[in-house]
């Protein structure tokens, strides 16, 4: 399996709303991130995890909360959200933090109204 | 902070060889540059990496210079199916911070 896993593909919420992105892999990667991308825009990093453990927050608002339940799995919860946090997320993995070969999910276009 | 700068667009045709390049000016010691490529609503997938010289693979050939302050990622005989934006990302991957810094793109179209 060479793939980074995403659901829901696409998700609309209204602004009182909780929901939660899944991503999953199984390539054995210990690094796993989450991206927030605005059309025409790079994407811009949020969280990374390493060894389960969270270990970078890019200044992410708390309506933005990342679970890692094990080494597979990555969650990020949501809570509150702004129209103008509507973006695609993308989720994706890597051997080791650092490690720039990403494997990259195919993203949740997420809708916020 | 190293930053980097692209072409925002390209435009060229079916067949032939595509460069592009991105600057670096501030790239540090560590640093090492990567190429993704994206298509629309689809995440980003990477093509080639490189510290130095010449890096290549079945589907790409990355050129650094000495200085390491730009590189071009070249495409032989592109198809329409190359047409996509191609990131350049500068980072350290060593730095216990993880600065990982992403150009703006280049909007590759291939014409038939």
């Known amino acids: 399996d060479t793939e980074v896993t995403q659901t829901p593909k696409h998700l609309v919420m209204g602004m009182t709303n909780k929901k939660s992105l899944k991503c999953e892999q199984h390539?054995?990667?210990?690094?796993m991130y989450w991206y927030k991308q605005k059309a025409k825009k790079p994407p811009e990093l949020m969280f990374v995890?390493?060894?389960?453990?969270?270990?970078i927050n890019e200044s992410v608002p708390s309506r933005f909360s990342p679970e890692c339940p094990n080494s597979s799995l990555l969650n990020l919860h949501l809570h509150a959200l702004q129209p103008e946090d509507s973006a695609l997320y993308l989720c994706?993995?890597?051997?080791?933090?650092?490690?720039?070969?990403?494997?990259f999910g195919s993203g949740t276009r997420l809708t916020v109204v | 902070l190293a930053k980097t700068t692209q072409p925002i667009s390209m435009d060229s045709y079916e067949g032939q060889e595509v460069n592009i390049t991105c600057s670096h000016n501030?790239?540090?010691?560590?640093?090492?540059i990567t190429w993704y490529q994206q298509f629309p609503s689809q995440g980003p997938r990477f093509i080639i990496q490189?510290?130095?010289?010449?890096v290549t693979n079945e589907v790409a050939s990355l050129f650094i210079p000495a200085d390491r302050k730009s590189s071009t990622l070249s495409l032989p005989r592109v198809s329409l199916s190359d047409t996509a934006v191609y990131y350049c990302?500068?980072?350290?991957?060593?730095?216990?911070?993880?600065?990982?810094?992403w150009g703006a793109g280049t909007k590759l179209i291939i014409k038939p």
């Open positions: 990302l500068v980072g350290d991957s060593m730095d216990s911070n993880y600065q990982l810094i």
């Open positions: 390539m054995g990667h210990r690094a």
């Open positions: 995890y390493s060894y389960e453990k969270l270990s």
């Open positions: 994706a993995s890597s051997h080791a933090r650092g490690n720039y070969g990403y494997t």
């Open positions: 501030n790239i540090a010691t560590n640093d090492y």
């Open positions: 490189g510290y130095k010289t010449k």
